[in-house]
């Protein structure tokens, strides 16, 4: 059963787990890349994967979910990765963070095949990019070393966030006993193996 199909998700025990469960996982990996930022790479935090919570919520349980969760996750990082502390919220990654997720749930929404996570994780990559690119414009203080390393981890946060979605997508398929509506897509091509076999 795909997952529109099924209750709200403050109806399903199932579902509200999941949710959670996604939420505390993109959380422990937003603190673990605040704890590693430090003086030399200040903008070490462009390369978490802050996309990764919306982009399962979407595949997993509901896009318009998706898209609360990702202002959430946008909150939430304003205020993870404030790493000089003068403010109360740093909004380059808030910002960045609702951008990247906000990317990451259109790019998977008419997804067909899991490669189409990695295409969804490289488009992640170049809005991030982009958006980075325009907040360095604004920074003139910044130097050409850190600019150069914020432009890459910026890069390389879409691109984590599409081999951590790989990678836990079929944690919960199996944790969970579900089929998300990439995998039934998948079971439903004519060429795969099982129905191959089965003519």
């Known amino acids: 059963m795909s997952a529109k199909a099924q209750p709200p998700v403050s109806q399903n025990n199932v579902q509200l787990l999941m949710l959670v469960l996604i939420l505390i996982i993109t959380i422990v990996f937003m603190k673990v890349f605040s704890m590693l930022q430090n003086l030399d790479y200040p903008y070490l935090a462009y390369l978490a994967p802050t996309a990764m919570g919306a982009m399962l919520v979407a595949i997993l349980l509901d896009a318009q979910l998706a898209f609360v969760a990702a202002v959430f996750f946008g909150i939430l990082a304003s205020v993870i990765f404030n790493a000089d502390h003068l403010q109360d919220f740093d909004f380059k990654y808030g910002l960045l963070t609702l951008t990247s997720s906000f990317t990451a749930i259109f790019s998977i929404q008419r997804a067909s095949q899991r490669s189409s ?4 994780g490289m488009m992640v990559s170049l809005c991030a990019l982009l958006l980075v690119a325009s907040l360095l414009l604004l920074e003139d203080h910044d130097t050409k070393r850190n600019a150069f390393f914020a432009a890459g981890f910026a890069l390389g946060g879409g691109l984590l966030t599409a ?17 998300s509506p990439l995998k039934l897509v998948e079971l439903s091509n004519p060429n795969h193996p099982l129905l191959r076999a089965s003519r």
Request: hydrophobic share 75%; proline share 5%.
């Open 117 to 120: 996570i990695l295409k969804a």
């Open 163 to 179: 081999v951590f979605v790989i990678g836990l997508l079929p944690f919960f398929e199996l944790a969970f006993g579900i089929l």
